[in-house]
Nanobody, 117 residues
Framework: QVEVVESGGGLVQAGGSLRLSCAAS????????IGWYRQAPGKQREPVAV???????TYAGSVKGRFTASRDGVKNTMDLQMSSLKPEDTAVYYC???????????WGQGTQVTVSS
């Protein structure tokens, strides 16, 4: 079993900052990918910042220069430092992992980020 837990969401004003944390645990021999996704009301879930051991961390164009992801390969965690937040960043943010060369996705419960004008 693989468990994914997110934390750090909240309400901030436009221009503010917030730091999200994701922790993966369980039967993880190899962490293939770990990343942050978000889903705004009425929208499809989209990738925000995703790390792959086969490459690097890929950021959505809308967050480049504002968001920074940091990964701890020992603790199997990934933080997302969000700066210069905009109202359009408002969404439920989810963490996703893939492990052990398998295609299965493991999702956390999500954490709400709300950015007010």
């Amino acid at each position: 079993q693989v468990e994914v837990v997110e934390s750090g969401g909240g309400l901030v004003q436009a221009g503010g900052s917030l730091r999200l944390s994701c922790a993966a645990s369980g039967s993880i021999y190899v962490l293939d990918t770990i990343g942050w996704y978000r889903q705004a009301p009425g929208k499809q879930r989209e990738p925000v910042a995703v790390y792959s051991r086969f490459g690097s961390t890929t950021y959505a164009g809308s967050v480049k220069g504002r968001f920074t992801a940091s990964r701890d390969g020992v603790k199997n965690t990934m933080d997302l430092q969000m700066s210069s937040l905009k109202p359009e960043d408002t969404a439920v943010y989810y963490c996703n992992v893939r492990v052990n060369g398998r295609r299965d996705d493991y999702w956390g419960q999500g954490t709400q980020v709300t950015v007010s004008s």
